[in-house]
């Protein structure tokens, strides 16, 4: 059984940052792409950031382009989210997710394992 434990979250001002960490049992993280959603209150969950499998491709949703950077460290079975110039409306539970597949995908059906999620409060 797979698990992901995310970590990082936590209460932060407008423009500040954070960085989110996904860890993953065994080796299995290296060996597919990874994803990060979200979930605000009263709303679905949308994907915001995702990265293949070799980490060179990566996808963004437009609202985070430019402040958002996923990374991966295949070594460490550990994916990240730098997350800088927060705002409000990023206020969320992040959930880390692993793919089916070696390739990006923005469709969270098409992702196999979830984490627990970790709280990200960004306050004005």
């Known amino acids: 059984q797979v698990q992901l434990v995310e970590s990082g979250g936590g209460l932060v001002q407008a423009g500040g940052s954070l960085r989110l960490s996904c860890a993953a049992s065994?080796?299995?993280?290296?060996?597919?792409?990874m994803g990060w959603f979200r979930q605000a209150p009263g709303k679905e969950r949308e994907f915001v950031a995702g990265i293949s499998r070799s980490g060179v491709n990566t996808s963004y949703q437009d609202s985070v382009k430019g402040r958002f950077t996923i990374s991966r460290d295949n070594g460490k079975n550990t994916v990240y989210l730098q997350m800088n110039a927060l705002k409000p409306e990023d206020t969320a539970v992040y959930y880390c997710?692993?793919?089916?597949?070696?390739?990006?995908?923005?469709?969270?059906?098409?992702?196999?394992?979830w984490g627990q999620g970790t709280q990200v409060t960004v306050s004005s």
């Open positions: 065994g080796r299995f993280l290296s060996t597919v792409a």
């Open positions: 997710a692993a793919d089916r597949s070696t390739v990006v995908g923005v469709d969270a059906n098409g992702y196999r394992y």
